[in-house]
């Protein structure tokens, strides 16, 4: 039986002497910060947190200067020529295959509760975490504190998820200072941020417990839950190629990424529509740089829930070509 949060915390943190907020800061320590004070205080207030507990550990937290460079320059900053290698590699996709092969049953029955494909959960995990082998090395907490109090672009988003860290390990009775993931606080084997796992995390396999670091099969079903609860529409379209004449499509690109206009809309502005799509379903027009001619495609609704998991076009097109060559190269296979 787990122990309670408060009872593991106090443990871990027993012979810490208690020093307030406001003492004074040494390098990579949190101490300090009037932000800090005002955070302790609200979670105090909101959420009843226990003072003197909150102090003693973000005293132990510490500002990374590394996670401000690597959140300064993310990979969706490269153009899609220089992006798209990075994740569309034969080991990446023999890797799912593997992945799927594993873990086929559970995917199976993902795909029929949530309505998601098989290989967009594949290809998910593919991105986030090479199917679980690198689920990052910064202390969440670390990460969550460094960018709420000292990356000031994001501070009122990641103060948010420091909030949501701070409540998700007490519901789910962790030592907060224990998880590691990425620089941007994401955990586990689908790099969750602490309110997406609140809300979307699920205990696929039913043994009581949401495990996102070590349990596929909670992975994988909380993958298809944060799809369908996004808007997934089962055996629609994500994404097609299109092709386009003339200067007006440029018009239909600077909309973003979001769908808008209904395709019977889009021959006006220069684009070729395939047959197949129907022409009253709303798309945008997505721009991607190659090293020639630049590649036009359609994004369709699912294209869109797929950038609900990381806002970036470029993102969600290398989880789409990832996918279906992992379908492909499957099938080819049986």
């Known amino acids: 039986m787990r122990k309670s949060f ?14 307030t907020i406001c003492g004074s800061p040494v390098a990579g320590e949190l101490t300090g910060k009037p932000e800090l004070q005002a955070f302790v205080n609200r979670m105090v207030e909101q959420h009843q947190f226990n003072s003197d507990r909150l102090v003693r550990l973000f005293k132990q937290a510490r500002l990374q200067p590394d996670i ?3 959140i300064s320059k993310p990979a969706e900053g490269k153009p899609w020529y220089q992006y798209r290698p990075i994740f569309l590699t034969e080991k990446r996709i023999k890797g799912g295959i593997a992945f799927w092969d594993k873990h086929a049953e559970t995917l199976a029955r993902a795909e029929q509760e949530y309505g998601v494909p098989a290989e967009i959960i594949v290809a998910i995990i593919g991105v986030e975490t090479r199917y679980g082998g ?5 202390r969440v907490i670390d ?16 103060t948010s998820e420091l909030e949501q860290y701070l409540l998700m390990t007490r519901e789910e009775q962790i030592d907060p200072l224990s998880l590691k993931g990425s620089y941007a606080g994401a955990m586990g084997i689908p790099q969750f941020i602490s309110s997406s796992y609140r809300n979307y995390a699920v205990d696929f ?3 009581g417990h949401r495990n996102l670091w070590d349990n596929p099969a909670d992975a994988i079903g909380s993958v298809a839950n944060y799809f369908k609860r996004h808007g997934w529409k089962p055996g629609e379209p994500v994404a097609v190629q299109a ?3 003339g200067n007006r499509y440029q018009e239909l690109v600077k909309k973003g990424m979001k769908p808008q206009l209904p395709l019977a809309e889009f021959s006006a502005f220069g684009v070729q529509i395939p047959e197949q799509l129907d022409k009253n379903q709303l798309a945008a027009l997505l721009e991607f740089e190659t090293e020639g001619i630049p590649e036009f495609w359609l994004g369709l609704h699912n294209f869109y829930v797929i950038t609900r998991y990381n806002h970036s076009s470029l993102y969600a097109m290398a989880v789409y070509q990832l996918s279906n060559e992992i379908r492909k190269q499957r099938e080819q296979t049986k």
């Open 6 to 19: 408060f009872h593991r915390l106090t443990t871990l943190l027993s012979g810490v002497v208690l020093v």
């Open 68 to 70: 401000i460079a690597a």
């Open 134 to 138: 690198y689920t990052g090395k910064h």
């Open 143 to 158: 990460a969550l504190a460094t960018l709420a109090f000292d990356y000031p672009p994001r501070s009122k988003f990641f």
């Open 205 to 207: 396999d039913g043994d």
């Open 243 to 245: 092709h386009v004449s």
